[in-house]
C-alpha cells in the first residue's frame, strides 16, 4: 500500500526549496529532510503518486535518426507496473541484485522504475564495459538478474554464474525477451506484486568510476538517493514543467542526479539526445527545438562545446551547470560572454547527491563550486591533524546523519569504516573556504603533491593552462626531480590546429611561466590523449605512475619538452 505520508513530506520538502528559489540563504537555513517512515519506496510511494492522471510529459528522447519517444508520467507509471509483474513472474524477487545494462533508451527507465517496485536492487552498468568487468560486477555484486540489449548478449557468453538473462530488442539463446506489450492495458489475470521495503533497504548498487583503484561498491538505501536528490534538485534550479537536459552515459551515479531522481521529484521532463558520439552542433539545436530550460553537462562537453560555435542561447535556456570534475574559470567566461548565463559548478561523489552547489541567483566567485547544499554539514578537516580549519578535506558531519550519504560499501566492512572515521565521511577531496564560506576545489588527497615544499594543486594549475588557445585539456601529475623533490608536469590534449611541435610545446611552456607563481611553474610537458575511466574521469594516477617509472630507470620520456630545452626559458624571461 503507498504510504501517503511519506509522499507528503516529500512533496513538502520540495515545495519548501521550489518557493526559496534564488534565496539560497533561505533554503539552507529552513529546508529539513522529509521524514518517509519506516517504510518507504519511492517509485510507489512518490512516483505513482504524482504519476496518478498526470499528463505531463515524463521522458522524451530523440535517437540519433530523429525517431522521438515521448511518454507521460501516468504512462511511465502504468508501464512500469506491467513491467514489473513481468519481472516477478520471471523469477525477480526482493533484495535481488539486478544488472541494469542499458543506454539512454525508454526500456532504461522503465526497468529501474518496475526494480524498484518489486523490491529488487539496482545495479546500474555502462555498455561501454566488457566481459571481464561484468564477470568481476557479477561476482562481487551478487547478481541474480541481468537486463541488456541483444547487442550486449555476447558479452556475456563467457561470464561464468547462474543468473537470470532478460533481453531487448530480439532473441538470444539462453535469454528470455523483454516485453513488448507494456503500452497494451494489463490483462485480467497479470499480477502486480506487492512488496514492501523498509526506508533503510538497499535501492542501488553503484561501482565507482575507478580512478584509483579497482572499482568500489557503493549501496544506497531506498531514501539516500531517491529522496537525496532533493539536494540535487535544488542545485539544478529544475522546476515543475521545466525541460531538463543532462549529458550523462547510464551507469554513472550522474546519470540518476540528472536524468532520473532530480528532475522527476520535481515534475519535470527528462529530455535525451541520443547520439552514438557527442555532436556539438546537434546538441545545441535540440537545447533550441526542444525548448529546454535547464542543461547539465560535465566540464569535457562544455570545452568541446567551446570548440565548436556556440552561436545565441537557446531560446528556453535559463539554468546552465556543470559536475563531475571541476570547472575552469576560463570555461565558465566564455560561455557567459556567448549566452549571457554563468554555469554553475556543482560538486558530490558515487556516495552522495549533490552535497556543494553555486545554486540559482549565487554571486559566484570564479573557480569556486559553492556553499554546501541545504540539509548538508561540510567541515574542512587537515589530512593530517584532523583539526577544522579553512583548508582541508572535505567531510561531512555525522553527529546528524545527511540523508543524502551511502550507506556503506558492500562487502567491504573496513572500507566503509575508514570513509566514516571520527564521526565524519570522508571525501578524499581537498578544498578551501574564503571569507564568504565559498569552497574551492583544490584536488584529490592524492593528486595535490609538494614541489620544492610549496603545496601545488593541479587543478590551479590546469585551469591557468586551458587559458592558452592550444590546450583543450590537460592533466598535472608531479615529476620526481633530485632537487625539487617534483617538478610540475603536464599532459596536454591540444586544441584543433595546433600541432605537437617545439615551438607549440615552447608557447605553453611560456604562457605557465607568467601565467602561474614560480613555485607552480610548469617545468615539462607532454602532448597526448588523457587516460580516462569509462565514465569520462582523468585518471592521473597512471599519469603519476609513468613519472615515478621513468624516474627510477633514469629515463626521459619520448616526446616529453623540458623548460631546459628552450634557451629563451632557461636564460629567465617573463614571470610573474
Not at 541488456?148 to 530480439?170: A, L, Q
Not at 593541479?458 to 626531480?481: G, I
Amino acid at each position: 500500500m503507498p504510504n501517503p505520508n511519506a509522499t507528503a513530506a516529500i512533496r513538502s520538502a520540495r515545495d519548501l526549496l521550489l518557493s526559496a528559489g534564488t534565496d539560497g540563504d533561505r533554503a539552507r537555513r529552513d529546508f529539513r529532510w522529509p521524514d518517509v517512515g519506516d517504510t518507504f519506496n519511492w517509485a510507489t510511494d512518490w512516483f505513482d503518486e504524482i504519476a496518478r492522471g498526470n499528463d505531463r510529459l515524463a521522458l522524451w528522447i530523440v535517437d540519433q535518426d530523429g525517431v522521438e519517444t515521448r511518454m507521460t508520467y501516468a504512462q511511465m507509471s502504468a508501464r512500469s507496473d506491467r513491467l514489473a509483474a513481468f519481472l516477478h513472474a520471471n523469477g525477480v524477487r526482493k533484495g535481488d541484485h539486478v544488472l541494469i545494462m542499458l543506454g539512454n533508451q525508454l526500456e532504461l527507465w522503465e526497468t529501474m522504475l518496475a526494480v524498484m517496485k518489486v523490491g529488487a536492487v539496482i545495479l546500474p552498468t555502462s555498455t561501454m564495459l566488457d566481459t571481464a568487468d561484468l564477470q568481476d560486477r557479477i561476482d562481487r555484486g551478487g547478481v541474480a538478474h541481468v537486463v541488456t540489449t541483444v547487442g550486449e548478449t555476447p558479452k556475456y557468453g563467457p561470464v561464468t554464474g547462474g543468473f537470470g538473462r532478460i533481453v531487448i530488442g530480439g532473441a538470444a539463446d539462453g535469454w528470455t525477451a523483454y516485453p513488448t506489450d507494456l503500452g497494451d492495458p494489463a490483462p485480467a489475470d497479470e499480477v502486480l506484486p506487492t512488496v514492501a521495503t523498509a526506508a533503510s533497504d538497499p535501492c542501488l548498487i553503484y561501482f565507482t568510476s575507478g580512478t584509483t583503484s579497482r572499482p568500489k561498491m557503493v549501496v544506497h538505501t531506498q531514501t539516500s538517493y531517491p529522496v537525496g536528490h532533493l539536494s540535487t534538485m535544488y542545485w539544478l534550479g529544475v522546476r515543475p514543467g521545466d525541460v531538463h537536459q543532462a549529458i550523462s552515459s547510464p551507469g554513472w551515479g550522474k546519470h540518476a542526479w540528472s536524468c532520473f531522481f532530480a528532475p522527476w521529484i520535481a515534475e519535470a521532463t527528462v529530455f535525451v539526445h541520443e547520439t552514438p558520439r557527442f555532436d556539438p552542433a546537434a546538441l545545441l539545436a535540440q537545447l533550441e527545438r526542444a525548448q529546454v530550460t535547464s542543461f547539465c553537462a560535465p566540464p569535457t562537453a562544455w570545452r568541446l562545446m567551446l570548440q565548436s560555435d556556440l552561436g545565441s542561447r537557446p531560446g528556453a535556456l535559463r539554468e546552465v551547470v556543470s559536475a563531475g570534475e571541476p570547472l575552469n574559470p576560463e570555461v565558465i567566461d566564455r560561455v557567459r560572454s556567448a549566452w549571457g548565463l554563468t554555469i554553475r559548478d556543482g560538486y558530490g561523489q558515487t556516495e552522495t547527491t549533490a552535497i556543494i552547489g553555486n545554486t540559482p541567483g549565487t554571486d559566484i566567485r570564479p573557480g569556486a563550486m559553492g556553499m554546501p547544499l541545504p540539509g548538508v554539514s561540510v567541515t574542512l578537516l587537515d589530512p593530517l591533524t584532523g583539526e577544522p580549519g579553512d583548508e582541508g578535506e572535505v567531510c561531512l558531519d555525522l553527529d546528524r546523519v545527511p540523508v543524502n550519504l551511502m550507506a556503506g560499501y558492500l562487502g567491504d566492512p573496513e572500507r566503509t569504516a575508514d570513509a566514516l572515521r571520527d564521526g565524519h565521511f570522508h571525501t578524499g577531496d581537498i578544498a578551501s573556504r574564503d571569507e564568504h564560506g565559498q569552497l574551492t576545489f583544490i584536488g584529490r588527497t592524492d593528486d595535490v603533491f609538494k614541489s620544492s615544499d610549496y603545496k601545488v594543486s593541479p587543478f590551479e594549475v590546469e585551469s591557468a593552462l586551458l587559458q592558452h588557445p592550444a590546450v583543450a585539456e590537460s592533466a598535472v601529475v608531479p615529476a620526481p626531480d633530485d632537487a625539487r623533490l617534483n617538478v610540475v608536469k603536464a599532459y596536454v590534449t591540444l586544441a584543433a590546429g595546433w600541432e605537437p611541435t617545439a615551438e607549440t610545446a615552447a608557447a605553453v611552456l611560456l604562457h605557465a611561466r607568467t601565467a602561474l607563481p614560480a613555485y607552480e611553474r610548469v617545468r615539462r610537458v607532454e602532448f597526448a590523449v588523457l587516460p580516462k575511466t569509462i565514465s569520462g574521469k582523468i585518471r592521473r594516477v597512471e599519469l603519476r605512475e609513468r613519472e615515478v617509472a621513468a624516474a627510477a630507470a633514469g629515463e626521459r620520456i619520448a616526446g616529453e619538452w623540458r623548460d631546459a630545452d628552450f634557451p629563451e626559458l632557461r636564460a629567465g624571461g617573463p614571470r610573474r
